[in-house]
């Protein structure tokens, strides 16, 4: 039974990849979970369509998203964390702390897979945070301080 993906599926396929597919596994799962529907001519000229307005979004969504980040080219972003006396986070800052930093000081929505960061960031101090989109690469500020919480602690 040919069937439209309607959302990717593990070991099956990727959204809207039209698949062959055992009748029993598409009536009995895919179907009422709705995770695909039936493969008609209707149905491949939609699909179609959905294809052609998502390709359109994305495209717009990067386009966006680049020149947002150039608004974050050579600017820095502050945090504070807590440390210890020899300045190591007592906690790493990762990609998620980071996107949530700069949606709250730049109002910038950036997906934490754009942001290149190896491993996560354990020292106070000025780091330089790279990311990517459609090939541009764009650099930033980041800097960790200490918090007071942390310095009156290990007083």
């Not at 939609?46 to 608004?71: N, P, V």
Request: charged share 40%; hydrophobic share 40%.
């Amino acid at each position: 039974m040919k069937v439209i993906l309607l959302k990717d599926v593990p070991k099956i396929g990727k959204k809207y990849d039209i698949k062959e597919i055992s009748d029993g596994y598409a009536l009995n799962f895919l179907i009422p979970k709705k995770l695909a529907k039936l493969a008609t001519a209707s149905g491949i000229e939609e699909l179609s369509l959905l294809k052609e307005k998502e390709e359109k979004t994305k495209k717009e969504k990067e386009e966006t998203l680049l020149e947002d980040i150039k608004q974050l080219i050579d600017s820095t972003v502050k945090i504070s964390a807590k440390a210890n006396k020899e300045g190591h986070l007592f906690a790493g800052i990762r990609k998620e702390d980071i996107v949530l930093i700069i949606k709250d000081q730049k109002a910038l929505d950036i997906a934490p897979e754009r942001i290149l960061l190896e491993k996560p960031i354990k020292e106070i101090g000025n780091h330089i945070i790279e990311v990517k989109v459609n090939g541009e690469n764009a650099k930033f500020g980041l800097e960790i301080t200490a918090s007071k919480e942390s310095k009156e602690s290990n007083e």
